[in-house]
Structure formats: C-alpha cells, structure tokens
C-alpha cells in the first residue's frame, strides 16, 4: 500500500487549499480513508474520514469548512480545505484502514496505513 498526499502549502488566513492523496496497492472497498494532522507541540488530531459506504464524519474544529471526497476512477483521496486558520496549520496525513465505520475521525495509531504528509502552514 502506498499513499501519497500533496497540494500542501502556505496560505493566509481565509485562504483555500485542496489536499490530495494518491492510493495504490488498495482492494477497492476494503478500505475507508481520511486525514489527520499534527502540528508541533500540539496533540494529534483526526480532521476527516469517509467510510467505504460514503459517509463522512469531521472534527468539530472544522465542521463547514473542511470537505473529504474520493475520486475512485482516480484512486485519489481529497480535502478541501476553506476558510483556513491559522491553528489549521500542521502536518497533514493520508490514511486507510480496513475495519470498521465512523462518524468520528480517527488518529494515526487506529489505521493501516499513511502517507509521509504535507505541510500546511496558515499566516495572518
């Protein structure tokens, strides 16, 4: 499995920035993906999951302003991200895992597999 996310960057406050995440080496529904972040010093936290019907769940931190997609002709894995603060601004990942189905996101140690990350910074 190999996950792969880019469109990381730097933005001002209320700027917009699309993630994406290129999967390979996943069963098609075998797997349901989202994002979490870490920022230096801070704890961890899951942004945005979308399970292998569809649905999706996100962090109240970003609730309106944060949307997960999947373009499975694609394989790719995206969130857009609107309305950026600057406490939006950490390490993002990609991830899978292959059980279950959530209404929350979830952290790093609950999935299979993740990507290295792209940084987003946000600047006022």
């Known amino acids: 499995v190999h996950l792969v996310e880019s469109g990381g960057g730097a933005v001002q406050t209320g700027g917009s920035l699309r993630l994406s995440c290129a999967a390979s080496?996943?069963?098609?529904?075998?797997?349901?993906m989202g994002w979490f972040r870490q920022a230096p010093g801070k704890e961890g936290e899951g942004v945005a999951i979308?399970?292998?019907?569809?649905?999706?769940g996100y962090a109240d931190s970003v609730k309106g302003r944060f949307t997960i997609s999947k373009d499975n002709a694609k394989n790719t894995l995206y969130l857009q991200m609107n309305s950026l603060k600057a406490e939006d601004s950490a390490m993002y990942y990609c991830?899978?895992?292959?059980?279950?189905?959530?209404?929350?996101?979830?952290?790093?140690?609950?999935?299979?597999?993740w990507g290295q990350g792209t940084q987003v910074t946000v600047s006022s």
């Open positions: 991830a899978a895992m292959n059980r279950g189905a959530w209404q929350c996101p979830r952290m790093s140690h609950e999935y299979n597999f």
């Open positions: 080496g996943l069963t098609d529904n075998n797997y349901l």
């Open positions: 979308m399970n292998r019907d569809g649905t999706t």
